[in-house]
């Protein structure tokens, strides 16, 4: 298994909602990532777990809420999100920190917040 | 400080060659990606170089190194339709905390 699993793909909330988008890979990685991006630009990190440990918050909002259950998956959950908030959610693994050979992204949820 | 910068769009007829451009600041980068990108989807890592390399052919890519002007290239060879869609560079450092610095993205457009 080499893919990383995003759900749900498409997203719908309105602004005062709780909603949770789910990662899940079984390739063995210890390091997990969530990117943020909006349309014609490129990934910008927001999240890095290393052996299910927070290692970098890029001063992102505390209405994302990142979480690590395991080593296999990896959650973000979202409340009272701003319009501006709609974007594609990328999430990604890799064996480790150090990365040597790139990411493994998933395909993504597109998010949409009314 | 943190600074990958691409042309944004390039246009080529079927089966010419492609070459899509990158920039970067930080010299003590150790490796450089590039990813692939079609609408709608994620990232799909093509191919990478070590910044002790100046080439590396994988088919029908062809990835240069300039460390002295901070230059990353990407050549594809024989370009087709499905090679259509939007290519970021990045860049890994060591003083970049382990993430991947992404460039704006080129936009490819093979017409037939």
């Known amino acids: 298994d080499t893919e990383v699993i995003q759900t749900p793909k498409h997203l719908v909330m309105g602004m005062t909602n709780k909603k949770s988008l789910k990662c899940e890979q079984h390739?063995?990685?210890?390091?997990m990532y969530w990117y943020k991006q909006k349309a014609k630009k490129p990934p910008e990190l927001m999240f890095v777990y290393s052996y299910e440990k927070l290692s970098i918050n890029e001063s992102v909002p505390s209405r994302f809420s990142p979480e690590c259950p395991n080593s296999s998956l990896l959650n973000l959950h979202l409340h009272a999100l701003q319009p501006e908030d709609s974007a594609l959610y990328l999430c990604?693994?890799?064996?480790?920190?150090?990365?040597?050979?790139?990411?493994?992204f998933g395909s993504g949820t597109r998010l949409t917040v009314v | 400080g943190e600074d990958v910068e691409q042309s944004l769009f390039l246009s080529v007829r079927e089966g010419d060659s492609s070459v899509i451009n990158c920039t970067y600041t930080d010299s003590s980068s150790t490796y450089l990606y590039w990813y692939k990108q079609e609408p709608g989807a994620g990232l799909q890592l093509l191919t990478y170089?070590?910044?002790?390399?100046d080439m590396k052919q994988d088919q029908r890519l062809t990835v240069l190194l300039n460390k002295k002007d901070k230059h990353l290239s990407l050549r594809i060879a024989d370009t087709q339709t499905g090679d259509s869609a939007i290519y970021f560079c990045a860049e890994r450092a060591a003083e970049y905390g382990n993430k991947l610095v992404f460039g704006a993205g080129t936009i490819l457009r093979v017409k037939s």
């Open positions: 170089i070590f910044s002790n390399m």
């Open positions: 990604a693994s890799s064996p480790h920190l150090e990365v040597v050979y790139g990411y493994t």
């Open positions: 390739m063995g990685h210890r390091a």
